[in-house]
């Protein structure tokens, strides 16, 4: 569900000054986009014992208790901010349940702070597979997803993070820019450069050459 940018932008007044009702009213507007957010990036060792429905319940209580942040991030839309708030809830859960094992772990390139959990390429090739293949066709989905993990796990981690911005969260140019922290024009043939790579890749394996790319 979306919200006009003019409710929305009256219903974070109305959160700004204690509202919980239109807090939760424009959280919600966002919460698949984040749970999106949070498959991608959550580590595999992790799947099953972390929820994405708990990680938004505590990231929404951490946005009610922040809220009044959200005013030192001018160029940042609020999803943006929402999406930070979530991205550092993660961080955290998984500092917590990985404790050492995490620290050798990728970090986002950003101009936020501290370590933001990355797309794994296990993740990517999920997603990827999900749109590509369907039960129909004949050819082995496990050695797909291996053979495909593998070659998205070679791509240059700068690529493989601007693929998970653009294609798979639905980022626009402007916001892959701010979140990575380069120009909008560095951003965009960036994204030119993954997204013909990833045709590459995709094009290398038998049985999802005959796929179109979204």
């Known amino acids: 569900m979306t919200i006009e940018r003019r409710n929305n932008d009256e219903l974070l007044l109305l959160a700004k000054s204690g509202d919980q009702e239109a807090l939760a009213e424009v959280f919600d507007c966002f919460r698949e986009r984040l749970r999106r957010v949070i498959r991608l990036r959550l580590d595999p060792r992790l799947q099953g014992r972390i929820d994405s429905s708990d990680i ?3 990231t929404y209580l951490d946005v009610s208790r922040q809220l009044a942040d959200y005013g030192n991030y001018p160029d ?3 999803f943006l901010w929402l999406r930070l708030i979530t991205l550092q809830k993660l961080a955290q859960l998984s ?3 990985l404790g050492t094992q995490k620290r050798d772990a990728g ?3 950003s101009l936020h702070q501290g370590s933001i959990p990355q797309a794994s390429s ?3 090739a999920a997603q990827l ?3 590509l293949t369907s039960a129909s066709h004949a050819f082995d989905r496990a050695e797909s997803k291996i053979k495909l993990q593998e070659a998205l796990a070679n791509m240059d981690s700068h690529d493989r993070e601007i693929l998970a911005l653009r294609h798979f969260e639905y980022l626009s140019n402007s ?3 701010l979140v990575i922290g380069i120009s909008k024009n560095a951003a965009s ?3 030119i450069r993954a997204i013909k790579r990833l045709k590459e890749i995709i094009d290398s394996i038998p049985g999802l050459n005959d796929q179109p790319l979204e």
Do not use: C, K, V
Request: hydrophobic residues 40%; without cysteine.
């Open 95 to 97: 500092r917590f349940h």
């Open 129 to 131: 597979l999900g749109r």
């Open 175 to 177: 916001e892959t820019a």
């Open 189 to 191: 043939n960036r994204y």
């Open 107 to 109: 970090r986002e390139i």
């Open 76 to 78: 940042m839309s609020f």
């Open 56 to 58: 938004l319940q505590e």
């Open 122 to 124: 296990a993740s990517l």
